[in-house]
């Protein structure tokens, strides 16, 4: 197939999207991005993020502030630009948010990926790189999962339900149209930032995934972390889970478009994460390190349907891909306190 040339990313202005931008525009791609800043930050509808990483990499980032939802204003662009690739972050993800208002979940996240795939599919446009997550693997049976464990049946939220849908719906979709060329890339827990400090994670409202907390707590936003649970059979009594530094993960999608240009790949999955696990405990410990101070924390009641432990098996990324980790725990905890520190209320000055 030709070589892709312009590539559009949904929900380029979040927190894995701009670093995924930032890692594509480095490799040679020319990136348009759209967002409606559900959970990113804007300047008279302008992406900060993405005026940042403008700055970082010298190129131009063209954006809209678009909701996938719209399907007249996704087919303007299509008209606009030649997209030659898709990578589809856009979606609403909070796994606590998804139980609570569970139609708002089902239909942003599978209404606006089919809006998106009737569209492309329009524009002749039909090679795609879609976030999915390591929520479809639900409670796992075993240790390390496998792509080929069996999604769906043992999940735990709506959130992680919209993932699995739309990963069947892209299942069945290449199975009726061969001409698809589609990756799904199952994340595990992306954490840390670009090692500039100039982009990083920024969660509206109250941080629903541990890290940013913790770094939130260590600049003095908030008192303590909440610990939820130290009575896992773990090491040390708190859950463990695969963390995956945020620029490994976005050099992950690069590798995802590589594979695609190979052509006639149909439908291919893979687990981006480390192959191991850290406990909440040693996360906290790191950022400390990192910090230089102590970060206060209170053990909590654990929560409903969490695990002891969850970690992938990553080798097929790097057998298939070439792709695997670079970056351990500590520059992990190293880029995420450099974000935080030179950034202590994210994108926004006060």
């Known amino acids: 197939m030709a070589p892709i040339k312009t590539v559009l990313a949904t929900g380029g202005s979040g927190y894995i999207g701009s670093h995924c931008v930032l890692e594509l525009l480095n490799a040679g791609y020319d990136v348009v991005a759209v967002d409606n800043f559900v959970n990113s930050t804007t300047d008279n509808n302008k992406a900060i993020s993405l005026q940042r990483v403008e700055q970082l990499t010298g190129k131009t980032v ?41 139609l708002e979940y089902y239909r942003n ?64 979709l290449c199975k009726a149209e061969k001409d698809w060329n589609v990756v799904i890339l199952r994340y595990f827990n992306p954490v840390g930032a670009h090692r500039s400090g100039v982009i990083g994670e920024d969660p509206s409202g109250v941080p629903q995934n541990l890290m940013p907390y913790v770094a939130q707590v260590a600049v003095g936003r908030r008192p303590f972390v909440p610990v939820f649970g130290n009575d896992f059979d773990t090491p040390d009594g708190s859950g463990v889970r695969d963390f995956i530094h945020v620029v ?98 994210g994108y926004k000055e006060s």
């Open 248 to 345: 490994d993960l976005s050099e992950g999608h690069v590798a995802a478009m590589k594979k695609i240009e190979e052509g006639d790949i149909g439908l291919k999955t893979y687990n981006l994460g480390t192959g191991g696990g850290h406990s909440v405990l040693e996360m906290i410990a790191a950022l400390e390190k990192a910090a230089g101070k102590k970060i206060p924390y209170e053990i909590h009641p654990r929560k409903d349907g969490d695990v002891p432990s969850v970690y992938c098996d990553a080798s097929l990324a790097f057998k298939e891909l070439g792709w695997k980790t670079k970056r351990g725990l500590e520059e992990m905890a190293r880029d995420l306190w450099n974000w935080q520190s030179k950034n202590p209320h």
């Open 62 to 102: 063209i954006f809209y502030p678009i909701d996938i939802t719209n399907k007249s204003q996704l087919d303007e662009l299509f008209k606009k630009h030649k997209i030659d690739c898709v990578i589809h972050f856009a979606a609403l993800k909070n796994v606590r948010e998804s139980v609570e208002k569970p």
């Open 109 to 172: 996240n599978l209404f606006g990926c089919l809006e998106l795939l009737q569209v492309m599919k329009e524009n002749n446009c039909k090679n795609l790189v879609f976030s999915s997550s390591a929520t479809v693997y639900g409670r796992p049976k075993r240790l390390p999962v496998v792509e080929e464990d069996s999604p769906g049946p043992a999940m735990t939220n709506p959130y992680g339900q919209t993932k699995y849908m739309m990963e069947e719906i892209l299942r069945d």
